[in-house]
Structure formats: C-alpha cells, structure tokens
C-alpha cells in the first residue's frame, strides 16, 4: 500500500478537509493521529469511520492556540508511535471583518492558530521524522488574492506559504520535503459559513460563475492532492504551493461571465 507503514498526524482531523484526508490515507495502509480541539462527536465519529476501513486511528485533544498544548500532542505522537512519517497543518480559524473592524484579540488568535502553531508543529515533528518525512499545510487563494474580510486570514496564508519555502531549503538535507496546498471555494461548513453568515457577503452564485470550473471544488479533490505530496511521487516536488481553485485564481475583470456576445465563451467545439 502506498501509505503503508505511515503514521500521519493531521491537525484539526476530525472534521471537513482534515477527515477526508485521513480516510484517504487510511485506505492505503497509513496508522492515524487525528488531532482535535473540542467537538468529541466529530472526533469518535471519525475514527470510527476509520476503523471501519480496517486501519489504525487515534485521537489527540489539544488546542493548538497554546503552545505548551502543541508540545504536549507531540510529546503524546513520541509516546505512542516513537517516530513521525507525515505532519499535515490543516487546523484552521479567523475573524471575517473589515481591517478597521479587527481587533487584538482577533489578530493574535488568528496568528496563534495559523502561522504559529504551524512552525511550532513543524519544530516538533522534523526531529520525529527519522527516516524523512512529508509535511503539508492548507492554505487558501486569499494567500495571494485580495478580497472582502479575508485579510486577517489572508495575511496569515500568505506568511504560511512563505515559511514553507524557507522550510524546504532547511529540511532537504534531512529527506524532509515541505509544500502548500491551496484551496479555492472548497465545499466544507467553512464555505458556507463564509458565503451565507458573514453580513453583506455576496452570494456564492456571483463568484462560481467567475469560476472557470463553475462549481465548487470537493473536500476529495483538495485531500487527493494532499496525498499525493506526501506519496512517494512527490519525492522531488518541495517548498510549492498547489493551487486546487478549479482556475479561479486565473481569472480577472473583465470576466467572461459577464461579457456579452460575440464575447461570451463558444459552445463545445463538439457539442
């Protein structure tokens, strides 16, 4: 199996992006650690549907804002496993406001959860990669795309992206390789959260027509991809970003969306 004798830890794994990871994994051979901060019913819920694939899951509550609880969910992965083959940053969380709406506290935790408890996960899993390793960490087109209340988690993408760069150079030497993958409107309870609760959002519709898949990408499609950097296909691919957007970070005014004929896209040539 292709993830066989594999154990991955998956931050924030019981849940949307993060637990189809997990089960993708699970199908080929590699033993779990899903990492989780509260919801206990998400958490059983998942490894129950891992273990159901006949594969070998455990969880971990930490809350990844506290560094002292990063240090500890580490120090748990040593205790029971002794080694670390793959570290997948996925746990995720901000304030959607305007930058004159922000505030301390919402810079701090989106920092905390974001970028912090990504480099010092990463600190902590590189000496536990002793035979090499693969780490991958979610990010998202707001990294490099500007666009309504998404600065403050934006800012933190795009500082993610840049510390994986700097990631790969130090940890080649050790067999360790470090990518990015990046997310458009990616279908989990984040995206209809952000399109359907943040005040004065315009309607998803608007953006998937600017899309030029023109719907919505799967969790499947962001976790397949995550799986490949961490397979042995990706041994010379390190310190990139893999953009999973369905080409919506190509586009840009004027839109084909909203062009009128002789503009508008032609038909299928065969259709």
Known sequence: MKHGDKVALITGGTRGIGKTLALTLAREGATLVLNYKQNEAAAREALGAIEALGASASLIKADLEEPEQIDALFEEVKRRHGRLDYFVSNAAASAFKRILDLNVRN??????????????????????????????????????????????????????????????????????????????????????????????????????????????????????????????????????????????????????????????????PRG
């Open 107 to 268: 810079l701090d935790r989106t920092y905390a959860l974001n970028v912090r408890a990504f480099v010092l996960g990463t600190v902590r899993a590189v000496p536990l990669m002793r035979r090499g390793g693969r780490i991958v960490v979610m990010s998202s087109y707001g990294s490099a795309r500007a666009y309504p209340t998404y600065a403050n988690l934006g800012a933190a993408k795009a500082a993610i992206e840049a510390w994986v760069r700097y990631m790969a150079l130090e940890f080649a030497t050790y067999g360790i390789n470090v990518n990015a993958v990046s997310g458009g409107l990616i279908e989990t309870d984040s995206l209809h959260y952000f399109y359907g609760k943040v005040p004065g959002m315009p309607p998803i519709e608007s953006v998937l027509a600017k899309t030029p898949k023109g719907r919505p990408g799967t969790a499947q499609e962001m976790a397949d991809v995550a799986a490949f950097l961490l397979a042995p296909e990706s041994e010379y691919v390190t310190g990139q970003t893999l953009v999973v957007d369905g080409g919506l970070s190509l586009t840009a005014p004027p839109f084909y969306a909203d062009a009128a004929p002789p503009l508008t896209l032609p038909p299928h």
